[in-house]
């Protein structure tokens, strides 16, 4: 049998499932020594010892079994607690739901609301995960490009409502965004819950980056703080960015309750649950982490305005300064061939970005920056990426 006849009969979704446009770069530089990675989503801090220490303890006191398919209750009180401390509503444990990564919460949610033959409608340039999910359901994601004006990355209204059609189920909204930093207002979210309502979509909300923003505020809007208890909203999160988890590989969904026994089967289905071991982790993370939370936020910030102010200066580049998240998305007169230049730039510049064609439709001509790191390393790199570019 052929290689090409074995993958003939594989499921076509599973086959087109497409490559990470991302990774592809990262492989091309990944051993490179001196090289200062900013392709991915992730900063250069280590988990705090104070999360590393509860998993610790728990793996001491033998806690290695079977448990909870819907997260330990521990954690899931604390997820309550957490949410509704920063969002100032109550919120009950039942709508929390402990996923292995903030992907497998994605996953969940777009098996439980599309298949075959359903439309998903996406504002891009977006994190790419979110069209390959989709497609890999069997559904069809829908681009809705997003916009790039002086006055930053904005959202037609009229043209996501355009891009409705008989067979669209959901609408998938990351606010603050990856990769452009883009952050919906109140009213936009208002908007978009209130196009949901009248079609009666499910919107999957990604508000990963919502502690990330500059404007002095705790928070992102979000659609919490719009919506009722009846609205078609499932939540997905990760304890990645927040917290320095990355490798942890633990997420939680938010949703409805009566949702509850269809996401217990999708999770005891996947795998069976999350280790209580990384579930202690994550009550720490999210009981005694402000501190932490302040810090990174502090350090982005920062991070953010030394790329912005250096990249400006070599006057070939343009960007909307992000408002929310840590990217830095921009692009670079006289280059269009962004993935090319993603491997040039490690050539010559030993500096790791990640190309705007992963992000699908209107991304193109761009490259995103992760401003997550100390500020010596963001010196030497846009110091590096200046003397590549002019």
Same mark, same amino acid.
């Given at each position: ?5 074995? #993958? ?11 490559? =990470? ?35 610790? !303890? ?19 009180? &604390?997820? &309550? ?23 497998? +919460? ?48 904005? #959202? ?28 919906? =207002? ?9 196009? +949901?309502?009248?079609?009666? #979509? ?17 928070? +992102?809007?979000?659609? !919490? ?18 917290? +320095? ?85 921009? =692009? ?42 100390? &500020? ?15």
């Amino acid at each position: 049998m052929t290689d090409l006849s074995l #993958l003939s009969s594989l499921r076509r979704e599973a086959r087109e499932a497409p490559a =990470s446009g991302i990774v592809d770069v990262v492989n091309h530089g990944r051993t490179r020594p001196g090289l200062i990675p900013l392709w991915v989503g992730e900063g250069d801090m280590s988990t705090p010892a104070f999360i590393a220490e509860a998993a610790t !303890r728990s793996l001491v006191a033998g806690e290695t079994f079977y448990t909870w398919q819907r997260g330990i209750p521990e954690l899931r009180e &604390a997820l &309550a607690r957490y949410i509704s401390r920063l969002y100032g509503k109550t919120y009950e444990a039942e709508r929390f739901y402990v996923t292995g990564s903030g992907m497998q +919460a994605l996953q969940i949610a777009v098996r439980m609301l599309v298949g075959s033959g359903d439309e998903v409608v996406v504002p891009t340039p977006a994190w790419p995960n979110f069209g390959a999910a989709i497609g890999i359901a069997g559904a069809t994601p829908v681009p809705v490009p997003m916009q790039l004006s002086n006055a930053g990355w904005t #959202l037609d209204l009229d043209r996501l409502a355009g891009a409705i059609t008989p067979a669209t189920r959901v609408i998938c909204v990351n606010s603050p965004a990856n990769p452009t930093g883009w952050t919906a =207002s109140r009213e936009e979210l208002a908007a978009i819950l209130a196009l +949901a309502r009248r079609h009666g #979509l499910w919107i999957i909300a990604d508000e990963i980056y919502g502690r990330f923003v500059y404007d002095g505020s705790e928070r +992102a809007p979000s659609f !919490r703080d719009v919506m009722d208890a009846e609205d078609r909203i499932v939540f997905v999160q990760t304890f990645s960015k927040n917290w +320095a988890m990355t490798g942890w590989r633990v997420g939680w969904l938010e949703a409805p309750p009566a949702l509850g026994d269809v996401i217990e089967n999708l999770i005891q289905y996947a795998t069976s649950g999350v280790a209580v071991f990384i579930q202690r982790a994550c009550i720490a993370a999210l009981d005694q982490g402000e501190g932490f939370i302040a810090h990174q936020i502090a350090r982005a910030r920062a991070g953010r305005d030394i790329v912005c102010r250096g990249l400006s200066a070599t006057g070939r580049v343009r960007f909307a300064e992000p408002a929310g998240a840590f990217y830095l998305f921009f =692009s670079v007169d006289g280059e269009d061939d962004t993935r090319r230049l993603a491997i040039r730039l490690v050539d010559e510049a030993n500096v790791g970005l990640a190309p705007g064609t992963a992000f699908g439709a209107g991304g193109e001509r761009f490259l995103r920056l992760c401003f997550a790191r100390k &500020a010596e390393d963001l010196e030497e790199a846009v110091a590096r990426l200046a003397r590549a570019l002019t």
